[in-house]
């Protein structure tokens, strides 16, 4: 798994490695092992997949606060996607 940082130091690109042969593909999208080593200690309560049909398409802004605060993970299986975080968090070295 590559993990890379991002200006917001809770937000990382996490880039699955792929075992490829004849048949396809095998990839570990999650590992809670290989996860908790790198810093990641969340329980996973909810997993969701959704599908759009048409470039362009805009999907929710999603804000918790405590105690209802959730880590996300966001997968794109084909295509791209342009996800954006915005830390409002005031004294966060990232505000803004």
Same mark, same amino acid.
């Given at each position: 798994?590559?993990?890379?940082?991002?200006?917001?130091?809770?937000?990382?690109?996490?880039?699955?490695?792929?075992?490829?042969?004849?048949?396809?593909?095998?990839?570990?999208?999650?590992?809670?092992?290989?996860?908790?080593?790198?810093?990641?200690?969340?329980?996973?309560?909810?997993?969701?997949?959704?599908?759009?049909? !048409? @470039?362009?398409? %805009? *999907?929710?802004?999603?804000?918790?606060?405590?105690?209802? $605060? !959730? @880590?996300?993970? %966001? *997968?794109?299986?084909?295509?791209?996607?342009?996800?954006? $975080?915005?830390?409002?968090?005031?004294?966060?070295?990232?505000?803004?």
């Amino acid at each position: 798994m590559q993990i890379e940082n991002t200006a917001i130091f809770e937000v990382k690109v996490l880039t699955p490695n792929r075992f490829g042969d004849e048949r396809g593909f095998f990839s570990e999208s999650w590992n809670k092992d290989l996860m908790e080593k790198a810093g990641f200690n969340y329980e996973f309560v909810q997993d969701n997949h959704s599908k759009s049909e !048409q @470039a362009g398409t %805009v *999907r929710g802004l999603h804000f918790q606060s405590p105690p209802h $605060a !959730q @880590a996300k993970l %966001v *997968r794109c299986g084909q295509g791209c996607l342009f996800d954006v $975080a915005v830390d409002f968090r005031n004294g966060s070295p990232a505000f803004g």
